[in-house]
């Protein structure tokens, strides 16, 4: 049962262009929302979060959306940049837990 | 460095061997995780302490695993008698904060059990 899901594995975007990653969540309880990056042979990479309180967090060229009734986020990355190519994960946690429960993740290949 | 460091970066073990991976977590992290990440998914949560109390070990695969953070600093996480559906990348992370919130990851150690 995958409580967190990326449907998309892969994602191709030209250098310049807007990256949208997609992630939807089954689970109601689920309270705080993050998403990480990941280069080969590292750990995973904190980029931003959002509480369920809030539908929007913005840092920099990175945006988390939120949208509690479809039980979706979404992580816009503008400008994209070669640099933001990576593998992206989307995590969730629940009220009173402490794990964070992810998703199978999407690469994103950002291209000149 | 800052970061949560993990010890050994690559294992490999004959099937049967017991491993022990370490993980130093970030200085002053209350909270510290472990996840186990298999080819193409995502990390699964193993274990989490809180100092030196491990307060959820729900997602431990067995009784053949085993971890410990007896000082509430550096964290060994165990495997016992190794199989080869354990090969994975074994990752450790910590948090300044009580929750789950931003948790900060190690490198990892991938194991591979031949």
């Known amino acids: 049962d995958q409580q967190v899901k990326q449907n998309s594995p892969s994602l191709s975007v030209q250098e310049g262009r807007i990256s949208i990653l997609n992630c939807d969540y089954t689970?109601?309880?689920?309270?705080?929302f993050l998403w990480y990056k990941k280069y080969p042979a590292e750990g995973p990479t904190f980029l931003i979060s959002?509480?369920?309180?809030?539908d929007k967090n913005e840092d920099g060229r990175f945006t988390v959306f939120l949208n509690k009734s479809a039980k979706h986020l979404s992580l816009h990355i503008v400008p994209s940049q070669p640099g933001d190519s990576a593998v992206y994960f989307c995590?969730?946690?629940?009220?009173?837990?402490?794990?964070?429960?992810f998703g199978t993740g999407t690469r994103l290949q950002v291209f000149p | 460095g800052a970061g949560v460091s993990q010890s050994p970066r690559y294992k490999v073990a004959k099937r049967g061997q017991d491993v022990a991976l370490r993980c130093d977590p970030i200085?002053?992290?209350?909270?510290l995780f472990w996840y186990q990440q298999a080819l193409g998914q995502g990390p699964e949560f193993l274990t989490y302490?809180?100092?030196?109390?491990?307060?959820?070990k729900s997602g431990l695969p067995s009784d053949r695993f085993f971890a410990e953070r007896p000082e509430g600093s550096v964290s060994t996480l165990k495997i016992q008698r190794t199989q080869q559906e354990d090969s994975a990348v074994y990752l450790c992370?910590?948090?300044?904060?009580?929750?789950?919130?931003?948790?900060?990851f190690g490198p990892g150690t991938r194991l591979t059990v031949t």
């Open positions: 992370a910590s948090s300044s904060r009580l929750g789950a919130y931003e948790q900060y």
């Open positions: 689970n109601s309880m689920f309270d705080y």
């Open positions: 959002i509480s369920s309180i809030k």
């Open positions: 995590a969730a946690s629940a009220r009173n837990t402490d794990k964070l429960i």
């Open positions: 200085s002053g992290h209350v909270s």
């Open positions: 302490f809180q100092n030196e109390a491990q307060l959820d």
